[in-house]
């Protein structure tokens, strides 16, 4: 088993306690006067350099939190004055002249928005108070988007136009009172980015399936968009 401690410090104490110990009597224990004002020497030393050491440290942190705070104020003043530059060449005839001057690289022009995104992942959830319906749905690719909702019972043409929100969920408070087993009746969601119109996707929900006034949903796969009934 070591005599030592097995950290850097720990044997740093072990020596600064046993040194003075060793030194008072070098000769009763095989060691001599002089190894022992060496080892005192070290000792000293190597204290001083911990202390330095940790002094560095605190020092470092410091000195990064001022880079980190004066990094922070350069980039708010900075970026201000960029931002004023764009708006200023914005509005002149020629806007590449400021650019050019500023030597700030011009904004390449905006590029095709991204198709629509189709629904999918629907959940349904009915308010057993009011018997109103909320369908929720996630969506990809849906920046700037509105969301069409329409809905069609079995026994209609097409389906009847219900809202447009911005949201991933739409509450029903239009539905028909259910009592007992009815017909199915769909949920249509597209997303609409102005004119352009991704998938529509729909739900296709049976009330009273299995009993005990419960329901069944079925996600049917994506269509094209569905002209609606007047």
């Known amino acids: 088993m070591s005599v030592l401690p097995d950290t850097k410090i720990g044997q ?38 911990y202390g330095d050491m940790l002094a560095a440290r605190d020092a470092a942190r410091t000195a990064t939190s001022k880079w980190y705070d004066m990094w922070s104020l350069m980039m708010s003043a900075g970026r201000d004055d960029i931002r004023l530059i764009k708006a200023f060449a914005d509005a002149q005839a020629n806007p590449a002249t400021v650019y050019n001057l500023a030597q700030v690289e011009m904004p390449a022009p905006p590029g095709p928005a991204p ?3 189709t629904p999918d992942n629907f959940k349904v959830t009915i308010n057993p108070a ?3 319906l909320t369908l929720g749905w996630k969506c990809v690719g ?20 219900l809202g447009a929100i911005g949201g991933k969920s ?16 769909s949920y249509f969601v597209t997303c609409q980015r102005g004119t352009v119109s991704g998938q529509t996707a729909s ?13 069944s949903m079925v996600e049917n796969a994506p269509a094209p968009a569905m002209k609606m009934a007047a």
Not at 153 to 158: G, I, R, S, T
């Open 12 to 49: 740093l104490q072990y020596f600064e306690v046993h040194q003075p110990i060793w030194a008072a009597a070098p000769t009763t224990i095989g060691l001599t006067a002089a190894a022992m004002t060496d080892l005192a020497t070290k000792v000293l030393n190597a204290r001083k350099a």
């Open 130 to 132: 009011t018997g109103e």
């Open 170 to 185: 739409f509450t029903d408070s239009t539905l028909p009172t259910i009592s007992g087993v009815s017909m199915p009746v």
């Open 142 to 161: 849906d920046g700037n988007a509105v969301y069409i909702v329409t809905r069609q019972f079995a026994n209609e043409p097409a389906p009847r136009y």
């Open 115 to 117: 198709i629509p995104g």
């Open 203 to 215: 739900v296709t929900i049976r009330f009273g399936a299995g009993g005990g006034g419960g329901f």
